[in-house]
């Protein structure tokens, strides 16, 4: 093949193109590759937007897993991709885990066992600390999960304004606390458990009952209310 030329996707045959087999066919039809190609738009001077999303996922050993949790900087090392396309492409998976999290937004909680399932799919795999809150209706049912720092947990990072500030928003009956642990250990710190007892007598005052503390790993997790802490 001559190294010379350079192949782009408006040089393929039409009902090859990504963006076309989209609308002949549906999303469904699409490779990891093409659906990324698609959010990129378009290419550089050196690879057409194809070339670059099959570059960005093999770059990476979990391939398309590896966009749950990556940054704009990182996105940025790949050869052709800036930080306008970095971004698009962030903001379509953000957009894909909001509308899982709000097909699943109606279950309700009825133990520990429900959250954490729930929850293990979304956190499971973070590289970084986050800590949310599950927020519920008087019914236990999940109004929305909300971030409310990244990052390793201490007192200064999760204050109790920043904890209870969107569930006095969405009028929360309760919360359920969670973080992720990526080293996949979920045995809680001491910091973990002080945290934890602050945050549960700050909802007693506001009456907003903090129901369980979930420490989510690698397809385990720990609950402080099944280990009887809280």
Known sequence: MDRGIRYTIKSMPEDERPREKLIKHGAGSLSNVELLAIILKTGSRHASALEISRELLSSYSSGINALVDISVEELSKIKGIGPSKASGVLAAVELGKRVLISEE?????????????????????????????????????????????????NSAIVHPREVFKNAVRRSSASI???HNHPSGSTNPSKEDISITKRLVECGEL?????????????????????????
């Open 176 to 178: 359920i606390l969670a």
């Open 206 to 230: 506001m009456g907003i009952k903090v129901l369980d503390h979930i420490i989510v790993g690698k397809n385990e997790y720990f609950s402080f209310k099944e280990q009887r802490i809280i």
């Open 105 to 153: 937004i109606r279950h309700k909680i009825n133990s520990p066992t429900d959250v954490s399932n729930y929850l293990m799919r979304y956190m499971g795999d973070l590289k970084k600390e986050h800590f949310n809150i599950v927020m519920l209706d008087n019914k236990n049912q999940i109004i929305e999960v909300h971030n409310v720092s990244v990052g390793s947990l």
